[in-house]
């Protein structure tokens, strides 16, 4: 079976029975899927995009300019580096590693060429101009004069003013975002890169990125019979989730029930707490990515970070957790 992506840094083989993780100390580190153990921990790289043979190709951390993107060939023996790319972006393209207010970097791969050896890298820029809340109605209570509100102009001269207590929302021109695409291919074992396309030229985008776009629902024309819907694919396609709203818990309300996509046969089901996350499965159970959430615990309120759980679909036991760096810009918005 090929290796496929559960989400942005989180890259599964399945034949060697290993995932391969970006860390919250801003490294990777391979995983044994039944024990959850690390097989090897590495600094020199900081986000697994994909697997070329017995190479893990990641993205690192940017040493040089701020438009080059770094990419990093490790063993997936022992994590040792084997080779480095330096893929030169256009001037205004920033290739981070997490998001920000108003900008996100992602990339996506796969092998290609004569025997899949080389990687050909998917990448888009998105760059939103900053603004701040939009001028809306403003608030008149029952039997009160419109407000004047008035604030200095930028140049000096005389302050505008507003009376209208009803004035419309108006988009502010200029708010569009700016995407930028492009393609590029690498040999993960000497590093060499051979451009495919000029950067900047719109080629098909990497997909969709997070929690809410990696749920992958089934086709409507082949939805597994017989079974509740929503359902949701796993991110190896080989496996369907049926999730339903329970009662008898505060707080693990959604039963998820897993059936073999070939044949419709389940395999397991277990309470959680969100309707849907990203998830395969392996030998030993479940696999999947648990957001970031806080709850109440005998009065002591308990915050978890994002993370990979493993969890026996036979007894509902926990197996393994391993916490995940959050690229996600949470920060509350400017007013």
């Given at each position: 079976m090929s290796s496929f992506q559960l989400v942005p840094g989180?890259?599964?083989?399945?034949?060697?029975?290993?995932?391969?993780?970006?860390?919250?100390?801003?490294g990777v580190v391979g995983l044994d899927l039944a024990s959850g153990e690390a097989v090897w921990r590495s600094p020199e790289a900081a986000k697994p995009i994909t697997i070329?043979?017995?190479?893990?190709?990641?993205?690192?951390?940017?040493?040089?300019?701020?438009?080059?993107?770094?990419?990093?060939?490790?063993?997936?023996?022992?994590g040792a580096p084997v080779a480095e790319s330096l893929v030169e972006l256009p001037p205004n393209v920033r290739p981070m590693i997490g998001q920000s207010a108003n900008r996100a970097f992602t990339a996506q791969a796969a092998p290609v060429g004569p025997q899949a050896t080389r990687a050909n890298i998917a990448w888009e820029f998105v760059e939103r101009p900053l603004r701040g809340v939009a001028r809306g109605p403003i608030q008149q209570l029952p039997g009160e004069a419109p407000p004047v509100v008035s604030a200095g102009a930028p140049d000096g001269g005389p302050p505008p003013t507003f009376a209208a207590a009803s004035a419309p929302a108006v988009a502010e021109p200029g708010g569009e975002a700016t995407v930028l695409?492009?393609?590029?291919?690498?040999?993960?074992?000497?590093?060499?890169?051979?451009?495919?396309?000029?950067?900047?030229?719109?080629?098909?985008?990497?997909?969709p990125v997070g929690l809410d776009a990696a749920a992958a629902a089934v086709p409507?024309?082949?939805?597994?019979?017989?079974?509740?819907?929503?359902?949701?694919?796993?991110?190896d396609q080989?496996?369907?989730?049926?999730?339903?709203?329970?009662?008898?818990?505060?707080?693990?309300?959604?039963?998820?029930?897993?059936?073999?996509?070939?044949?419709?046969?389940?395999?397991?089901?277990?309470?959680?707490?969100?309707?849907?996350?990203?998830?395969?499965?392996?030998?030993?159970?479940?696999?999947?990515?648990?957001?970031?959430?806080?709850?109440?615990?005998?009065?002591?309120l308990v915050e978890e970070t994002l993370q990979l759980r493993a969890v026996d679909l036979g007894t509902g036991d926990s197996l393994w957790s391993q916490p995940v760096r959050d690229t996600t810009d949470r920060e509350p918005r400017p007013p």
């Amino acid at each position: 079976m090929s290796s496929f992506q559960l989400v942005p840094g989180v890259v599964v083989e399945p034949d060697r029975h290993q995932v391969f993780v970006m860390t919250p100390e801003g490294g990777v580190v391979g995983l044994d899927l039944a024990s959850g153990e690390a097989v090897w921990r590495s600094p020199e790289a900081a986000k697994p995009i994909t697997i070329v043979g017995d190479l893990l190709v990641a993205q690192a951390e940017q040493p040089g300019p701020a438009n080059s993107m770094r990419l990093v060939s490790l063993d997936l023996g022992q994590g040792a580096p084997v080779a480095e790319s330096l893929v030169e972006l256009p001037p205004n393209v920033r290739p981070m590693i997490g998001q920000s207010a108003n900008r996100a970097f992602t990339a996506q791969a796969a092998p290609v060429g004569p025997q899949a050896t080389r990687a050909n890298i998917a990448w888009e820029f998105v760059e939103r101009p900053l603004r701040g809340v939009a001028r809306g109605p403003i608030q008149q209570l029952p039997g009160e004069a419109p407000p004047v509100v008035s604030a200095g102009a930028p140049d000096g001269g005389p302050p505008p003013t507003f009376a209208a207590a009803s004035a419309p929302a108006v988009a502010e021109p200029g708010g569009e975002a700016t995407v930028l695409r492009g393609e590029v291919e690498i040999e993960p074992a000497s590093g060499a890169v051979v451009p495919t396309l000029a950067p900047g030229l719109a080629v098909a985008p990497p997909g969709p990125v997070g929690l809410d776009a990696a749920a992958a629902a089934v086709p409507a024309e082949a939805p597994l019979r017989g079974i509740p819907q929503p359902q949701f694919l796993s991110a190896d396609q080989r496996h369907v989730m049926s999730s339903l709203r329970v009662a008898g818990s505060d707080w693990d309300k959604y039963r998820w029930t897993i059936y073999r996509r070939e044949d419709g046969q389940e395999v397991g089901s277990l309470r959680t707490f969100v309707r849907y996350a990203p998830f395969f499965v392996t030998d030993t159970g479940i696999v999947f990515l648990a957001p970031p959430h806080a709850r109440r615990i005998g009065g002591e309120l308990v915050e978890e970070t994002l993370q990979l759980r493993a969890v026996d679909l036979g007894t509902g036991d926990s197996l393994w957790s391993q916490p995940v760096r959050d690229t996600t810009d949470r920060e509350p918005r400017p007013p």
